[in-house]
């Protein structure tokens, strides 16, 4: 494990604009900078990045945080791995905390599997640009196919010989252990030759481009060789959790919003030679839902590319299931007689693909009527089995909407009632659901107008702690003094307090709690640190949180410089600097919220008052009216605000 020595060296080090700038280009506007977001297709830049603040907010996808969530939206890095590459990056020393002896073992064993594999990368990529094999037959297939050296190089595609122990005895000259190179599926382990003997050798990589195994394709003649081989599973490699080019196609497929799917190493070179690159491949087994799940992290939307014969027709209807119950939108590309996305894409532009696939993608729906053809129209027995067939994809599908909205679309396309269709539809969830007799449906919970005010301003005031908490300003309060006959009066007095204690000691007042979980964790956070540091500092705060307080942090704080993006003032449009109103801010918004609180306070007293006896009664009935002075208190001081 990273010691928390490096990671927090690694915050102090790290400059947001600095890692953010080596991805996208960014422009400096007033004291932040602006660009196009990395996430959507956008001419308008939305994406903005705070110096002072060491945070980002994208506002078209809503995404932001610190300099680490962005390598994890960005890249995909796991958190440590964004820890490894700023520490890279600044030429931070890295030190490992102690681990168990198991832990050590494990994290040796899968460390050791990672070296042999770049290793054997290296390898196969100098065999392919050096040895004869590799500069003639190997080169030669891809030459034959218009396979540039920039697409190649990309890829790092590699080629081993015939000999049988090359690469065996080049890893064993270099200490390597032969059982690894077997666990990897390196040698054999019945005579330890060379598996990928006179193949093309593809590189696979996790999603953050680790090497993690390969695939190779045969060169020779051979028939009793398999075309294609994979590594075989491994602690650093299960192909059911791989997809082939995802390492290459991720950013794109975040900033399309869209993946397409195919079957080949090529078709994912193929098209990114072309210049489509939201494309990955599953290496020619069926889809998995650890797949599925790898796409899902970066976009829900997928066009699956698969060939018109009947293997490839077979494996979209697969795939369609899974990806329909996993909550992903579908469209279905079948590609001309004979031809695959390498074959296809060969003589295309890029521009010819994307209105190919445009003209002639469709959804399972009509892929499936499509699949029968004129039969459908002249056998009641097949128009039966399809209509059964998407009914029953449709109720794998979990969003009632678009359920609803397939069904109208199956109505329209076969021709059937969508009466009869709901019907159906309702038969097969019937039968999946576990049955619950003598249950009543739960009522919906009504959305209460109040709590959502009360939720704005426990924002609001969040937002304060933020940017002003350690601010210390003067507060116009009003005092309540009670005279000689009893009577109460109202004297006005000026009060200077930092705006945490002002926020603080007036919520305390009253007992308040924040309704919000989210809110009421960073109330207390940032409470606790005010009253712990003298300086507050929002990047170390920020650092320091989960990555979901870290996001709604970012957007709160982020908020506040929104109008810069605009540039308002090019357009003599000046928005107010909320930080000459902080008095006015703080005070109208924790009193607002404590009238709020107080009238549902005083309605759950209300309530209780009627279900209670005569004592308990008057004790509450005395609460009411205490709640009711200090309501009429905070009324007047909210007026004088005002």
């Known amino acids: 494990m990273i010691s928390k020595i490096t990671i927090d060296k690694v915050f102090q080090t790290a400059l947001v604009e600095e890692v953010i700038g080596d991805f996208i280009q960014l422009k400096k506007s007033g004291s932040n900078y602006k660009g196009l977001s990395p996430f959507t297709n956008e001419k308008t830049p939305s994406f903005m990045v705070s110096p002072t603040k060491q945070i980002w907010k994208d506002f078209s996808s809503g995404k932001g945080g610190n300099v680490i969530a962005f390598l994890m939206e960005h890249e995909q890095y796991s958190y440590p791995q964004s820890i490894r590459y700023l520490a890279?990056?600044?030429?931070?020393?890295?030190?490992?905390?102690?681990?168990?002896?198991?832990?050590?073992?494990?994290?040796?064993?899968?460390?050791?599997?990672?070296?042999?594999?770049?290793?054997?990368?290296?390898?196969?990529?100098?065999?392919?640009?050096?040895?004869?094999?590799?500069?003639?037959?190997?080169?030669?297939?891809?030459?034959?196919?218009?396979?540039?050296?920039?697409?190649?190089?990309?890829?790092?595609?590699?080629?081993?010989?015939?000999?049988?122990?090359?690469?065996?005895?080049?890893?064993?000259?270099?200490?390597?252990?032969?059982?690894?190179?077997?666990?990897?599926?390196l040698i054999s382990s019945k005579n330890q030759m060379d598996i990928y003997r006179s193949r093309l050798i593809f590189p696979i990589k996790s999603i953050?481009?680790?090497?993690?195994?390969?695939?190779?394709?045969?060169?020779?003649?051979n028939k009793k060789s398999a075309k294609y081989i994979n590594s075989p599973d491994s602690i650093i490699y299960n192909k059911s959790n791989v997809l082939f080019g995802l390492y290459n196609s991720k950013n794109e497929i975040v900033k399309k919003d869209n993946c397409f799917i195919a079957e080949g190493y090529t078709d994912v070179m193929r098209f990114h030679q072309i210049g489509i690159k939201n494309i990955v491949s599953s290496s020619g087994t069926a889809l998995t839902v650890s797949q599925i799940n790898l796409i899902r992290r970066l976009t829900k939307n997928v066009t699956m590319l698969f060939d018109s014969d009947k293997a490839g027709v077979n494996a979209t209807e697969r795939a369609v299931e899974l990806l329909l119950s996993q909550g992903m939108n579908i469209d279905i590309c079948i590609l001309p007689d004979n031809e695959d996305p390498d074959s296809f894409g060969r003589s295309k532009t890029q521009e010819e693909i994307n209105n190919y696939v445009e003209e002639n993608s469709v959804d399972f729906i009509e892929f499936k009527s499509n699949m029968l053809g004129s039969s459908i129209k002249n056998s009641p027995s097949q128009k039966t089995k399809i209509i059964n067939e998407i009914i029953t994809l449709i109720s794998k599908v979990t969003d009632p909407i678009k359920q609803e909205i397939y069904v109208k679309d199956c109505s329209s396309v076969l021709d059937i009632s969508e009466r009869v269709l709901f019907n159906s539809l309702a038969q097969i969830k019937h039968f999946k659901a576990p049955k619950k007799q003598f249950e009543k449906p739960s009522a919906i919970p009504k959305i209460s107008k109040k709590l959502d005010q009360i939720e704005i301003l426990e924002q609001k005031i969040i937002e304060i702690l933020l940017l002003y908490g350690n601010y210390e300003v003067v507060f116009d309060e009003i005092s309540m003094i009670k005279g000689k006959d009893g009577e109460l009066t109202y004297k006005p007095i000026k009060q200077k307090s930092k705006v945490y204690k002002k926020i603080y000691l007036d919520l305390q007042a009253d007992e308040i709690e924040f309704a919000n979980e989210d809110f009421k964790k960073l109330y207390l956070l940032l409470i606790d640190d005010f009253q712990k540091n003298n300086d507050f500092d929002l990047k170390t705060f920020i650092d320091n949180l989960s990555s979901d307080l870290s996001t709604k942090v970012t957007s709160i704080v982020m908020n506040n410089d929104l109008y810069q993006l605009h540039n308002w003032q090019s357009k003599n449009v000046f928005v107010k600097d909320k930080q000459k109103k902080i008095t006015?801010?703080?005070?109208?918004?924790?009193?607002?919220?404590?009238?709020?609180?107080?009238?549902?306070k005083v309605s759950e007293l209300s309530k209780k008052t009627k279900e209670s006896g005569d004592d308990q009664g008057e004790e509450l009935l005395e609460e009411i009216v205490n709640y009711y002075q200090l309501k009429s208190l905070l009324s007047k001081k909210l007026n004088r605000v005002i």
């Not at 090359?166 to 599926?185: I, K, P």
């Not at 993690?212 to 060169?219: E, K, N, Q, V, W």
Request: negative net charge; proline residues 0%.
């Open 88 to 185: 890279d990056k600044y030429n931070i020393e890295i030190i490992e905390t102690e681990l168990t002896d198991k832990q050590k073992d494990q994290n040796n064993a899968k460390e050791k599997l990672y070296l042999i594999c770049d290793f054997a990368k290296n390898y196969f990529l100098n065999q392919f640009n050096e040895s004869h094999f590799g500069k003639t037959i190997a080169r030669t297939y891809f030459d034959e196919r218009e396979f540039n050296d920039e697409t190649l190089k990309k890829f790092e595609i590699g080629s081993l010989g015939s000999e049988k122990y090359n690469l065996r005895d080049h890893c064993l000259s270099m200490g390597y252990n032969a059982d690894d190179l077997e666990a990897l599926g």
């Open 208 to 221: 953050s481009g680790r090497t993690i195994g390969f695939g190779a394709r045969i060169l020779d003649n």
């Open 584 to 600: 006015q801010l703080v005070t109208e918004s924790i009193l607002t919220l404590r009238t709020l609180l107080i009238n549902k």
